[in-house]
Nanobody, 125 residues
Framework: VQLQAFGGGLVQAGGSLRLSCANS????????IGWFRQAPGKEREFVAA???????????DYLDSVKGRFTISRDNAKNTVYLQMNSLKPEDTALYYC????????????????WGQGTQVTVSS
């Protein structure tokens, strides 16, 4: 599994971005995929996770502050997971990471086996 996150950029408050997490290695179709973010001077935090259960995608959870604004989805045929971010706020500014293959709690970064490099999201006020 080789993950690559992209789609970040600079956007004004209230704007939208869609992040993608593409896997160029062994298909991760049954893996739980998580998005995390890390702002300068802060710890990396859980943003959202999506699993694959019963032959379909099923989101697990979102960070409270992004509920209703962010949507996680996956396209196993394209080996890609997405994070649609709407109504962005300056406090969403961070380096966003995707991770795969959970062993343990999906909201804990220590539970994930594979990580991609981050993609920077900057929201201006």
């Amino acid at each position: 599994v080789q993950l690559q996150a992209f789609g970040g950029g600079l956007v004004q408050a209230g704007g939208s971005l869609r992040l993608s997490c593409a896997n160029s290695g062994r298909p991760f179709s049954t893996y739980t995929i998580g998005w995390f973010r890390q702002a300068p001077g802060k710890e990396r935090e859980f943003v959202a996770a999506i699993s694959w259960r019963g032959g379909r995608a099923d989101y697990l959870d979102y960070l409270d502050s992004v509920k209703g604004r962010f949507t996680i989805s996956r396209d196993n045929a394209k080996n890609t997971v997405y994070l649609q971010m709407n109504s962005l706020k300056p406090e969403d500014t961070a380096l966003y990471y995707c991770a795969a293959d959970v062993s343990g709690s999906y909201f804990s970064m220590d539970s994930y086996r594979y990580w991609g490099q981050g993609t920077q999201v900057t929201v201006s006020s």
